[in-house]
């Protein structure tokens, strides 16, 4: 079999469309479990997450993971991580192969919460959904600021859309870096690569990560957040060179 072929016309397309694309959350969901039900399947849920990570992650992906140490930098500290996204299934179990299982949480597209399974029984107690009107997105802010204080992690890819095994670095708005100026913490980047395998057609699959990156508390939010991106996105840039084998093309539609 041939390799995967994509066809594009902006490097911003979603071109992994799935049954739930649609799929709109009413105003009234609650970001966090709030039933006892909820708040004991989160107790079982996030040791299973992480067991499905190290499955899939390290014996199926058979994932590298290289400069998890960096992340010592901001111990007992909120911060946020931001990814290339490149794995439907596995960006979504891999940092919990990276950070402790209780402090993971992932910013998400709402049609992700449609999806069987997943959107039912493991994004509401790991997702944090993007906002689609005024009240949502408040809830979204409360919600990345109430994670943030409890020290924990929010992982973010700001692509927005998975192409499957792409190997450079898409554009994304300097106003994904919003939550990071606007609560002055750290940031991460973690970078997929893919290289030529020793065997097999599958590539070896290397994640990087760099930083701590902190915005510039001297210059205004606006600024903070351009220069805070330029240094995310060189630093996913430079990452994404390692990569020297492709799995799936992407060819652009003129």
Known sequence: MG?????YHHLTDDLVV???QDYHLPNSYNIFPHSLGGKVWAKI????????SIIYIKLVLRVKI??????????NQGYFIYGNHTQAFGDVVLPLSIIPTKNYYAIGAQSNWGIPVLGKLVLPYFGLPVGQNLQQSGKLI?????????KKVVVIYPEAHVWPYY??????????MHFPVTLGVASFTMTTTYTKPKWGKRPRI???????FYPDSHI???????????EIYQAMQKRALKSNYEYCTYQKIN
């Open 3 to 7: 390799k995967q072929k994509y066809f």
């Open 167 to 176: 190997t450079k670095i898409r554009p994304f708005p300097a106003t994904s």
């Open 206 to 212: 290397i994640v990087y990560l760099d930083g701590p």
């Open 142 to 150: 409360k919600a990345v600021a109430t994670v943030i204080k409890a």
């Open 66 to 75: 290289v400069g998890k140490d960096k992340l010592k930098a901001t111990a």
């Open 220 to 230: 205004d939010k606006k600024r903070a957040q351009e220069k805070l991106h330029q």
């Open 18 to 20: 799935s049954q739930s």
């Open 45 to 52: 849920v996030r040791p299973l997450g992480h067991l499905i």
